[in-house]
């Protein structure tokens, strides 16, 4: 009864964490910790198949930890060359991230700035 208990307390505690660090994120590119969440997720369903390490980092990010697990496993890099190779496609996918919350705070601003106040 008290692995139980213990489970749900780290639950918690890795839960609040995440919701912290969305926030934080959130913050940073001055979008609210939903409309980060809502673009991550249309990302996700964007990746193709081949994007394995892709989808593992969305799995890990909607908590689905086997299915995280199991993908990033099978993506795992072999040797420096393939490391260089994730790393770049990865600075793409962040790329992409703030492109997208770039584009929405700049529609924000240029809407704050055309309505009457």
């Known amino acids: ?13 890795l839960e609040d964490d995440k919701e912290q660090v969305q ?8 979008l609210t910790a939903e409309e980060l969440n809502q673009a991550i997720k249309r990302m996700g369903r964007n990746l193709k198949a081949r994007d394995i390490f892709e989808k593992g980092v969305f799995e890990l990010y909607q908590g689905n930890y086997a299915k995280a697990s199991e993908l990033l496993a099978v993506s795992a890099p072999n040797d420096d ?3 260089q190779a994730q790393t770049a496609r990865l600075q793409v996918q ?19 700035n055309t309505t009457p106040q």
Do not use: C, P
């Not at 926030?23 to 001055?30: I, L, R, V, W, Y």
């Open 1 to 13: 009864m008290q692995i139980v208990r213990l489970q749900a307390q780290v639950s918690h505690f």
């Open 23 to 30: 926030n934080k994120s959130a913050e940073s590119f001055g």
């Open 81 to 83: 060359e393939d490391i």
């Open 94 to 112: 962040l790329n992409k991230l703030a492109d997208i919350t770039s584009t929405k705070v700049r529609h924000f601003i240029v809407k704050a």
